[in-house]
């Protein structure tokens, strides 16, 4: 949101400077995220004064140059040579000194004035013409003053050349009231209304309104008064289509909104003022003179303002006339309703709207305008009157309208003051300090909120209803708080507080844990929407559409149910990156998926139907090790996840060797695993199927874990990581070759091993496979390490021997294997 400090100016009669006033609306919530000063004319005139011409001759070296002696008040005549035709003496100029520096035409590139010698003639200065001041676009000759203007004076006190201030604030959803500058003035008045100045905010004087004629009555009909509370409208009639006047232009370009013509700036322009959304239609353009606020039916084309034809539903809440759908009510205008170059008569709207009926509309369409973003929040319900007749007045003024009608007002269901208790005993818990209670009362009518009644230490309070936030007792000492003063409240030297204890296991500490060895691994994490979209679990057996947790009122069709899976999400960044030649991916996402199962519904609990899973997923695609001067690029595979897992599950303590693995069957993933742990699934892990990559536009393997990460932080509760010493004799390391049936797994083996030596067996991993046309059908080869110690001696060959010759005469008779020589 845009503020112009001297549009604030005009509500509010104060000395503070634009710095001063950026400070106190930060310290009172309205955080200010951007300062920027706006010369209204670029370099301000600094150095130009007025001067008069006190002689004028001709140059001897030339035909059509002057030499001037020329007086700008600051003693000794100054000797300046200038070409313009009009230059003569007697005349008032604007005079650039030496040292001035000029925006021709308002224009990028400066031009400074120095000491110069023109045709062998000195020359100190010059006199000025209106293009090269850039305060206008005539070249004609030299700008001519009245004969009065006073030599010496500074040309921008002369021509009240004022800078202005842009004020960017960063609004809160809840603050729809400071969406404009007459709500900022409120809340700076408040401030110091607290701190005994007596300041107030002055709206602009609208009880000149009154009808001129009634030759141009518009009958108003709302159908749904729970989308529209209150719908007003006038009418003005014999309107001159024509640029606003210069105030008016530079306060919307202040405010970030380029002028268009006076018709259509007079609605920014009060909407900018008071917050309050207007729309102009042509009222030439309005059938049967009648507007009909309603929805439409299922599917009605309409063609918006931008040339969209979009298809309407039947809760896209439309201004009509008697004949056809004219605007998006509180949204986006019609093309054919709106104002035009040959407009003279104009119906004003001034509306209060639903605003879950404007924002469900807005999102749907994907509109996100100035209205919308007022009517979304909540607008003031008891300013539309007001509003319509400040406009109406202005295009009276501005462009030279008439009234024709009286406003006319549907407001069925008044919208009254928010009614509730505040204790004083409340608003020091709540904020941390004793505040005295006159302070709480100045602040309460600073904010122009009245006590209706008082008892006990308990305040009965009636808040307006432009606060469409404040409307229970801890939003109004928020409020309290923000006009008191957050800096106000000091530091205690005490603090407070209850001891509470972590769970065992903590959750969020072993995710940190999790996240921090994946990031430092070179994973990045997305986080997403836990709303996706239904088609995704279309045809699914893994994930049936009907177990997707549904979505009564959705924004769109993209966002209609809860997530099953992490899957999809995943696959959205994927192609996002991938589609911007980002390919080469490491990311890791943690969040809960949500499911429904009917069969387990009740009328007990009907919530029993409901779960959810708290689950971590991770994803490598592309190239997992990127090429450098003494290495070719590694491409990213399955064992690459699989790598990243189990070092994952060693942090925490699991013994991978425990986990039961399975070939995974699933429409989801072309080949996986499934691995469980005491008999609980615990995690997925394989390649996304190419029908899922085709569905997603994804031309790249994509290899993919799912865990759930509930079921490991479970299974780290007798988890324990110790240190112990290290051993001071040394390890030995023998290897086997085996010959083994293709069925036989490593798992299988390294069972065997440790069941036939559990003393001196430290580890047994597999460095070789091999399976080839030199080996017996249904036959493969493995090459084990083994690595023994015993921490109370060194190891003797004897020893070592009598152990590798049980380990092998184990392996043969459990896993039929053959040593190979």
Excluded at 227 to 240: F, I, L, M, S
Aim: aromatic share 8%.
């Amino acid at each position: 949101m845009n503020i112009s400090y001297n549009w604030l100016r005009r509500y509010l009669d104060t000395d503070l400077t634009a710095e001063e006033v950026a400070t106190i609306l930060t310290d009172i919530g309205l955080e200010v995220e951007g300062f920027e000063k706006i010369e209204t004319v670029r370099g301000g005139l600094q150095g130009v004064v007025v001067a008069e011409v006190l002689t004028s001759t001709d140059h001897p070296d030339s035909d059509h140059l002057h030499v001037t002696a020329v007086d700008t008040g600051a003693g000794e005549p100054l000797q300046i040579v200038c070409g313009a035709p009009n230059c003569r003496a007697g005349l008032k100029v604007l005079c650039a000194t030496v040292g001035a520096v000029l925006y021709p035409d308002g224009g990028e590139e400066e031009f400074k004035i120095k000491r110069s010698k023109i045709r062998g003639v000195e020359s100190l200065g010059m006199l000025c013409a209106e293009d090269e001041l850039g305060i206008g676009a005539s070249h004609e000759g030299i700008m001519e003053l009245p004969a009065d203007a006073p030599v010496g004076m500074p040309a921008r006190e002369y021509l009240r050349i004022e800078d202005d201030y842009l004020i960017q604030i960063g609004l809160t959803p809840n603050r729809a009231d400071a969406a404009s500058h007459i709500g900022v003035a409120r809340d700076l008045a408040a401030y110091l209304r607290s701190r005994g100045k007596d300041v107030a905010v002055k709206l602009p004087d609208v009880s000149a309104f009154a009808p001129d004629n009634h030759e141009l009555e518009i009958a108003i009909r709302v159908e749904n008064t729970e989308a529209a509370p209150r719908y007003a409208g006038v009418t003005v009639t014999g309107c001159k289509i024509g640029p606003s006047p210069d105030w008016m232009q530079n306060c919307l370009r202040a405010a970030g909104i380029h002028p268009k013509n006076n018709l259509v700036d007079i609605t920014n322009f009060v909407l900018f003022e008071l917050g309050q959304p207007l729309h102009a239609f042509d009222a030439r353009k309005i059938a049967g003179r009648e507007v009909v606020v309603r929805t439409c039916p299922e599917g009605t084309p309409f063609v918006t303002l931008d040339g969209v034809e979009r298809k309407l539903t039947d809760r896209d809440l439309m201004i009509c006339d008697a004949e056809r759908p004219m605007c998006i009510a509180g949204v986006f205008g019609g093309l054919d309703s709106g104002i035009g170059d040959t407009t003279t008569d104009v119906f004003i709207e001034s509306a209060c709207f639903n605003p879950v009926w404007v924002r469900k509309t807005a999102k749907r369409f994907g509109l996100n305008t100035d209205a919308s973003f007022r009517f979304e929040r909540g607008v003031d319900p008891n300013i539309q009157v007001y509003a319509a007749k400040r406009a109406a007045l202005l295009m009276k003024e501005l462009a030279g309208g008439t009234i024709s009608s009286d406003v006319t007002d549907i407001y069925p269901a008044p919208v009254s003051d928010f009614v509730f208790d505040i204790s004083f005993a409340r608003i020091n818990s709540l904020i941390g300090k004793e505040i005295p209670e006159d302070t709480v009362r100045t602040i309460l009518a600073a904010l122009e909120v009245k006590v209706l009644a008082g008892n006990a230490g308990v305040l009965t309070v009636a808040v307006p209803p432009y606060r469409v936030d404040v409307q229970r007792e801890a939003d109004l000492i928020e409020d309290i708080l923000r006009i008191y003063g957050y800096n106000s409240v000091e530091v205690p030297s005490r603090v407070r507080s209850t001891l509470s204890y972590a769970p065992r296991p903590d959750r969020n500490r072993l995710m940190n844990l999790a996240a921090n060895y994946l990031t430092g691994n070179g994973f990045t994490e997305i986080m997403s929407n836990s709303l996706t979209r239904a088609a995704y679990y279309e045809g699914l057996e893994s994930y049936p559409a009907d177990r997707c947790v549904r979505i009564l009122n959705p924004l769109s069709t993209d966002l209609n149910v809860m997530r099953q899976t992490l899957l999809f999400n995943m696959l959205e960044a994927v192609q996002l990156n991938a589609n911007r030649r980002n390919g080469d991916l490491k990311l890791y996402e943690f969040g809960n998926c949500y499911f429904y199962d009917a069969s387990r519904r009740s009328e007990e609990n009907p919530l029993a139907a409901y779960s959810e899973e708290y689950r971590l997923a991770i994803a490598v695609t592309g190239i997992a090790t990127p090429p450098s001067w003494n290495a070719k690029p590694v491409a990213a595979s399955f064992f690459t996840l699989r790598a990243v897992a189990e070092k994952l599950l060693r942090r925490f303590g699991i013994d991978i060797y425990a986990l039961q693995t399975e070939t995974l069957r699933s429409d989801l993933f072309g080949e996986g695993l499934s691995m469980s742990l005491a008999g609980k699934p615990l995690l997925q892990i394989g390649t996304v199927s190419g029908a899922i990559r085709r569905r997603m536009e994804i031309k790249q393997d994509v290899f993919y874990l799912e865990m759930n990460f509930d079921a490991l932080v479970r299974s780290t509760r007798k988890s324990k990581i110790t240190a112990t010493e290290l051993s001071k004799f040394p390890e030995v390391k023998r290897d086997l070759a085996l010959l083994l049936d293709k069925q036989v797994t490593f798992s299988a083996l390294r069972d065997v091993a440790f069941a036939t030596e559990r003393k001196l067996l430290r580890s047994v991993s597999l460095f070789d496979v091999y399976e080839g046309d030199k080996l017996p059908e249904g036959k493969k080869s493995y090459a084990l390490s083994f690595i023994l110690e015993d921490k109370t001696r060194t190891l003797d060959e004897k020893t070592i021997e009598r152990v590798m010759k049980n380990l092998a005469a184990q392996f043969e008779q459990r896993c039929g294997a053959q040593v190979r020589a």
